[in-house]
C-alpha cells in the first residue's frame, strides 16, 4: 500500500528527512513528513536561520539542512500540514524527546503519563509529558514535548490522554 | 450535544431562552438557528416527507436543501436551518406540506436604510465568501464604488467555519486560520468604497443588470453597470439506501452546526469522501471530540493531501479507498451503516461488508458551483467535469459572455479559497477597467498579471491538475464564442 490508499507514509519515503545518527545524537532537530508536492510553503519563512528550503516554486516539497536547523520549533505551528516535528536524541539515558504540534483540548500537564500513538494511529507505548507551549504567537497550535524510549523517537506521531481514573 | 471544549473556537452564544418544541418545553441559544437549537437537545426529525412520510433531518445547514422545513409559530415550510431562534417560539415537526393559516400575511415594517429601490451601484458584487470580499477590495482600491450582497448574517462564506491554517504562500495568507483571513479582508475594506449587505439574498437578475433582492420578507431593486458572481457552490448528495434519515449530513452542514453554533452532530460519525474536505472535517470532528469510525473513498486514492489525511490517521481513524457505502440503517435517524469494499468497477465485492455502529454519516463527495444568476441573465454556459459542472463560459479575465457580468471563486469551478481570492481579483481588476476608462492601463495590466501569475502558481502542482485541464476548456470555449480576454 502507498500513502495514496491508506495515508501512511512508508519508512522509505521518510528517510529522507531523517539526519544521520551522528546529527540526531548532537541534539534536537526538526523532521519534516511533507513528500506531496502541494502549494504550500509557510515553513520555510517560519525558520529564521534560514534552515528550510522548498527548491523552484512553492509546489515543491520541503527539506531541511540538519547543520542549520537547531530544533528551535519555530517551524512546528506555523505548518498548516501539521507536517513537522522535532527530534532531541541527545538525550543520556536511553530515552529521546518529541515535540509535535497538538490542537486538541484538554492540554496535557507536564509530568502526566500519555499513550504514544505512531504514524499509523497504533498504539506504541507510553511517554511522559516534558513541556507544553501553549503561547499567543503559536496561535492555537500547541507544542507538547514527551519524551519516550529512545527507539520510538522516529514513530511516535501523536498522543492520547489516558482516561483519568474512573 | 453542545461542545463544551474547543481547542480553536470560543463560542459566543445569546442569552438561554425557552421554546416549545411539539408542545414540550426546550431551552436555546437566542439568535442560533432553530435546526442547531433542536440538535442540541436531541432532536434530530423536523418533518414527514410529503409522499412516503420519512423522517428528514437537515441536510445543508446553508437554506438551500429545504430538507429542515418545519412548522413554527402556525407558519409551514420555515426553513429552520437558517432561520434564528426567538424567545416563545412554537415549532412543531412538519408532516406533509403543512397548512397555511388563514390569516393574512403581513410585512415586517419597513426599513428606513433599505428603501424599495436601492439606486444604482457602479459595481454589484454577489457572495461574500474568499472571492466576492477579494473582488471589492481590489475594485475599491481602484476607486470604484462596489456594494457586496450575501444571503448569511455574517460576511465571509465557507471561511467563518474554517478552523484550520491554509496552505499557499504569505500573498495568500498561508499558515492564517480561514476564520481570520475572513476577518482580514472585512478589515481591508473598512477604509474602500465598498458597502457589504448582509442577510440579504440576490433571487434574481434581469437585463440591464438589475438585481432583485430579498432582505427581512422585502424585496428590493438594485441596478448596476457591472456585476461579478461570486455565488460559491453546493454541496453534491450521494444515493443508497435510507441516506435521507437524519443524520446523514453535508460536510459542509457538519462545519456549520459545529464550528459556528457549538452543536456536536453526534457521538460516532462516518465520514464519505477523503478529498481534503473530507479529510479536514475529519480532523475537525476529532476536534470537537466526535469520534470518526471510518474515512470511506470510493477511488482506489486519497484525493487530499498526505498532510490532512496524516492528521487523522496517527489519531486512529482508518482511511478505507476502494471502499464505498451500501446503506445507511435506522428507521427514525441513522443508528448504523454498512460499508464495503469495491472492485474497479464500483461494484461491492460480497463478503466484505462490515457493519459501523454510528450516528451520523457525513457526505463530502463535492460540490458543484452555483450557475442559476448567471443562467438567468443569458450567460452562455459549458459542462466541464474537471469544473464539477456547469459553469458560466469565462475568459482569462473571468469576464462572461455577457457584457459587464464577471464570475469568480468557486462558482466559476470548484477550487481552493487561496485561488478564489485570486480570481475575486482579477475579476475586480477586469470590472474595474472596464468601469473607469482614465485607469492607467500599464499599472492595470501589470495588477491583473500579478493575480493571474499567482493563479498559476498555486494550480501548477499534481493536485491543480482538474483546474488546469478544466480552465484550459473554458479559455478555448471563451475563444469560440466570446469571453473576453
Ligand atoms: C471543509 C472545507 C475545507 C476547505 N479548506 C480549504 C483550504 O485549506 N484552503 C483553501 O484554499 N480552500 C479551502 N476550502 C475551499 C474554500 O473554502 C472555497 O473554495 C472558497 O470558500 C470559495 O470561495 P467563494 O468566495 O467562491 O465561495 P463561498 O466561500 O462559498 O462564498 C459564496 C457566498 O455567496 C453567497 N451566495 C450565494 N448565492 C447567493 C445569492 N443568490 N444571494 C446572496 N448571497 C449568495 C453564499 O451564501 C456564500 O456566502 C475548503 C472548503 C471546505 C468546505
Ligand atoms: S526547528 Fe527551528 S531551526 Fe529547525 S527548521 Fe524549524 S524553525 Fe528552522
Ligand atoms: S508548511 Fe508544512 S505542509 Fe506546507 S510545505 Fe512546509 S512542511 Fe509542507
Not at chain 1, 29 to 41: G, S
Not at chain 2, 305 to 319: E, Q, S, T
Request: charged share 20%; proline share 6%.
Amino acid at each position: 500500500m502507498s500513502h495514496r490508499q491508506d495515508g501512511i507514509l512508508e519508512p522509505r519515503q521518510i528517510d529522507a528527512s531523517v539526519p544521520a545518527t551522528e546529527r540526531l545524537g548532537r541534539g534536537p532537530v526538526a523532521i519534516i513528513e511533507c513528500v506531496e508536492n502541494i502549494p504550500c510553503n509557510p515553513c520555510v519563512d517560519a525558520c529564521q536561520k534560514g534552515a528550510i528550503r522548498i527548491e523552484g516554486d512553492m509546489n515543491g516539497t520541503p527539506s531541511v539542512d540538519f547543520d542549520i536547523c537547531d530544533g528551535c520549533m519555530l517551524c512546528v505551528s506555523a505548518c498548516p500540514g501539521l507536517a513537522i516535528f522535532v527530534v532531541n536524541k541527545g538525550l543520556p539515558g536511553g530515552v529521546a524527546e518529541v515535540s509535535l504540534p497538538y490542537e486538541y483540548t484538554p492540554l496535557p500537564s507536564v509530568g502526566d503519563t500519555v499513550v504514544t500513538l505512531s504514524r499509523e494511529g497504533a498504539v506504541l507505548g507510553e511517554g511522559t509529558i516534558q513541556r507544553v507551549l501553549s503561547s499567543k504567537a503559536l496561535d492555537r497550535t500547541p507544542i507538547v514535548t514527551l519524551s519516550v524510549p529512545a527507539d520510538h523517537a522516529m514513530d511516535v506521531r501523536h498522543f492520547l490522554a489516558k482516561e483519568p481514573p474512573a | 450535544m453542545r461542545i463544551r471544549q474547543h481547542p480553536i473556537l470560543e463560542f459566543e452564544k445569546g442569552p438561554l431562552i425557552e421554546f416549545e418544541h411539539d408542545g414540550r418545553k426546550l431551552t436555546g441559544h437566542e439568535g442560533e438557528s432553530i435546526a442547531a437549537a433542536l440538535h442540541a437537545a436531541g432532536v434530530r426529525v423536523l418533518r414527514h416527507s410529503i409522499r412516503l412520510d420519512r423522517p428528514r433531518g437537515f441536510f445543508c445547514a446553508i437554506g438551500r436543501c429545504s430538507s429542515c422545513l418545519m412548522t413554527v409559530d402556525g407558519v409551514p415550510n420555515v426553513m429552520t436551518c437558517v432561520t434564528p431562534l426567538k424567545a416563545g417560539m412554537r415549532i412543531e415537526t412538519q408532516t406533509g406540506k403543512g397548512i397555511i393559516p388563514d390569516v393574512r400575511f403581513t410585512h415586517p415594517p419597513a426599513d428606513p436604510d433599505y428603501p424599495r429601490d436601492l439606486g444604482n451601484v457602479p459595481l454589484a458584487i454577489v457572495g461574500a465568501g474568499p472571492a466576492g470580499l477579494s473582488a471589492a477590495i481590489a475594485a475599491g482600491r481602484l476607486g470604484v464604488e462596489c456594494v457586496v450582497i450575501d444571503e448569511n448574517a455574517v460576511p465571509g462564506g465557507q471561511l467563518i467555519k474554517q478552523t484550520h491554517m491554509f496552505f499557499g504562500s504569505k500573498e495568500h495568507h498561508a499558515r492564517v486560520r480561514g476564520i481570520d483571513i475572513g476577518e482580514i479582508l472585512l478589515k481591508e475594506i473598512e477604509d474602500l468604497p465598498v458597502s457589504v449587505i448582509t442577510g440579504t439574498t440576490v433571487l434574481g437578475l434581469y437585463a440591464d443588470r438589475v438585481l432583485a433582492l430579498l432582505r427581512n420578507d422585502r424585496f428590493h431593486r438594485l441596478t448596476s453597470d457591472s456585476i461579478i458572481l461570486a455565488t460559491g457552490a453546493s454541496e453534491n448528495m450521494l444515493a443508497f439506501p435510507n441516506s435521507d434519515l437524519p443524520g446523514v449530513y453535508g460536510a459542509g452542514a457538519v462545519q456549520t452546526l459545529m464550528n459556528v453554533d457549538g452543536v456536536a452532530p453526534g457521538k460516532r460519525v462516518l465520514m464519505i469522501g477523503a478529498g481534503n474536505i473530507g479529510l479536514i472535517v475529519s480532523y475537525q470532528l476529532l476536534q470537537a471530540g466526535v469520534e470518526v469510525a471510518a474515512v470511506v473513498e470510493g477511488l482506489p486514492e486519497i484525493g487530499g493531501y498526505h498532510v490532512h489525511a496524516a492528521k487523522v490517521v496517527r489519531a486512529g481513524v482508518p482511511i478505507l479507498t476502494s471502499h464505498t457505502i451500501l446503506r445507511a440503517l435506522g428507521t427514525e435517524h441513522v443508528e448504523g451503516a454498512v460499508i464495503s469494499q469495491i472492485d474497479p468497477q464500483w461494484c461491492p465485492i460480497e463478503g466484505t461488508e462490515v457493519e459501523l455502529d454510528v450516528d451520523t454519516i457525513c457526505l463530502a463527495v463535492g460540490l458543484t458551483p452555483n450557475c442559476e444568476l448567471g443562467s438567468q441573465l443569458g450567460c452562455e454556459e459549458a459542462f466541464v467535469a474537471e469544473l464539477g459542472g456547469r459553469v458560466s463560459i469565462h475568459g482569462a479575465g473571468l469576464a462572461t459572455t455577457v457584457e459587464g457580468v464577471y464570475i469568480a471563486g468557486d462558482a466559476s469551478g470548484i477550487e481552493e479559497a487561496s485561488t478564489a481570492m485570486l480570481e475575486g481579483r482579477l475579476a475586480g481588476l477586469s470590472a474595474a477597467g472596464r468601469l473607469l476608462p482614465d485607469l492607467d492601463r500599464n499599472e492595470l495590466a501589470r495588477l491583473k498579471k500579478e493575480a493571474s501569475e499567482g493563479l498559476r502558481t498555486l494550480r501548477a502542482g499534481p493536485f491543480g491538475e482538474h483546474a488546469r485541464a478544466g480552465k484550459r476548456k473554458m479559455l478555448e470555449l471563451a475563444g469560440v464564442r466570446g469571453g473576453d480576454s
